[in-house]
């Protein structure tokens, strides 16, 4: 009995001693593991603190350069409008004039400060003194400057001020100042990665704060001093605050006056889970602990895939998504046989959006599960994807054309074989393809070129699908290229006006002319209006084409009037979006009164599909137009949905009939009837008519005989540059 307890004491001891191993080896492992955990998250947060400290810093600065450039506009802009009133005004008055600080759209405020340090206040005359401010200081000693947070003497709120020397023919004459409120730099320094856990600065080179968090930077600035002075302009390092780790980060604000961007980060805050993980597994027993690890890598290990299954799957039609799809295509792109040729399509839902709105979005979804069941039905070897709410995308490789207009063919029928989703709504698609060719293409520029075409299918209603071409590669540059280029084009003045005759049909002498604009551009050569206006149209730069017609019409006006030289009415396009400008008359006025030209001289077309649009809004632009004394036309008459009503319901002086209806004057009875009616009625309403494209002496003679009024066109004269256009006028005197 003894025997057999002593036994079991020993066989206990060396379980206990066994166990006891294991645990003080897990323990060990769990400990460096652990040590190691904690170095990769400190060295990962340095990374990341890092970077974000060096983009906060680089957006800083990135706002002090737009606002110097700001600035340096305006001195630009001031000096131009010295040399175009340097008649008008001497150089006191002009500066007197412009000694003001108002609101703004490049700052809040903005304004000049004369020499003496003082500034009006909008249009009261009202005067502050900011002789003493630093930045007017170091204006007008011919440096530009971003000064600290300091309260404003306009609004008495805290801003930021911009300056820069007012230079007038080489002298100082004042100073050029922005204000910014507080919550312009604040920006910067919100929602940042690390949230309101991180502390972050603007300061100056000798630690005195510009902007930051409401804790006070005392505690840190000698810290921040230290590795100013000693380590340069950019860096990181950490520091021990209360036995707490902290990371800090710094880099010199470019474009500034000496500033830093600060980033203070407590490690422990930012990372309190893992810290928390870190310090309970330390303190588990040695169970818990070898569970909490086999337990949590199995965990772990799983989480992982089902995430990252979950990452590469199209969670409604359970099809690759597009993430999945691009590591895929690259496998076999990369993988093909040179004799195989790679297609990929982009395909969408025509009227997609109606299925969601008409029969709700449930609907909706069962149809695209329906097609993604089709995609997964089909014959041939492809790899297939959802991309977007309707949008799908198909990979696979043809032997031939015939293989490919087959396997289209093949897809345009079976995605959508369920086509009718009730007897009101059937299915049908939009196709974009591309080829790859055999050199080796990137997956996102094809994928791109595929959906590009998609896009383009939706213009062309005859064709089954839309084929990546040369075409539409220039299309889409030409549209890259005025997006980006047009605002500076009409700076460096690369467009120019032509002018292209309205002859008056009996006397056949000139009457009037149609400014037609040009772009010739510095590297690709000219653009035509067709690409650029209905770009313009979209973006919004329309209406700086518009002015500036506007503009160099009524320059070239007064100069043949003072140059006497004979000179005849000049029409301006006006586009439907130039037309909701709420500023357009005054404008027009404006310019008119700047240029000191009558308005006999001028007259604005304005195309049938804008006045249609809103025909009573239009209407009351018309009459606004022609308060000034300025004829209004009608242009492109023929082009849309015409009315003759219209012509009784605009309040229009002059129609222009679009050649499309004179094309075929002189073989179509049809047409010669149409034509003589619409002219007849403009007639009875006392509307001058314009027949426009003329190209035979037949359709001149016809049109004669129907009374019309003028012509324009090759017949008599293609568009011309103001010199040839005097030199007419001149021998047509």
Known sequence: MDSNNTSMSVFNVKSMLKRMKGILLITLISIIFITKVEMNLYEESKRSIREFNRQVSNKVSIDIYN???????????????????????????????????????????????????????????KKVYVGDREYFKKAISGGNHVSKLIENRLEYELGTVYSRPLIINGKIKGAIVGIEPKEILDKNLVNNTFSDKVKVYIVTSNGNIVLGSKENLGMYRDIILKLINEKGNNGIDSFDEHGEKNVIAYNKVKNSNNWYAISIVPIAKVFTGTHSTIKLSLFTIILSLFLYVIIGTYEDIKNKKELEEASYVDSLTNLRNLLKFKLDAKKIILNRAKDYVCVIVAFDIKNFKAINELFGYDKGDKVLKMIADNIRSIEFENISARIGEDIFTLLFKIEDDEDFEKKIEYINKHVTKQRYINKKLELN????????????????????????SRIESKKVGDKLYYLYNDELEYKIQQKLIVERDLKRSLKNEEFE????????????????????????????????????????????DINLIGRWVIKEVCKEIKKCEVNKDNIVPIAINLSRVELYQNNLIDYIRNTMKRYDISPEYLEFEITETAALNDIDYINNRIRDIKSLGIKVSMDDFGTGSSNLSNLKRLDIDVLKIDRTLSIDIEEDEKTKSLLKAIINLAKEYNIDVVCEGIESR????????????????????????????????????
């Open 67 to 125: 606002g110097m450039e700001k600035l340096d506009y305006i001195n630009k802009y001031i000096n131009e409008d010295m040399k175009k009133y340097k008649d008008k005004y001497n150089e006191d008055i002009f500066l007197k004039n412009i000694n003001r600080i108002s609101s703004g759209s490049l700052f809040k405020y903005i304004g000049i400060v004369g020499m003496d340090g003082y500034i009006n206040i909008g249009d009261n005359d």
């Open 429 to 452: 698609t939009h196709i974009g393809v591309f080829k790859m060719k055999k050199e080796c293409i990137e997956i996102d520029k094809a994928l791109d070129n595929a959906n590009k």
């Open 698 to 733: 037949e359709q001149v003679d016809i049109l004669r005989e129907f009374r019309c009024d003028m012509v324009q066109g090759y017949v008599y004269y293609r568009p011309l540059d103001i010199c040839e256009l005097k030199k007419i006028l001149k021998g047509n005197k």
């Open 497 to 540: 006006i032509l002018y292209q005759p309205k002859v008056d049909i009996n006397s056949e002498k000139i009457v009037s002319a149609e400014a037609l604009i040009r772009w010739k551009h510095k590297d690709v050569g000219y653009i035509s209006p067709n690409i650029f206006i209905p770009i313009a149209e979209k973006n919004g």
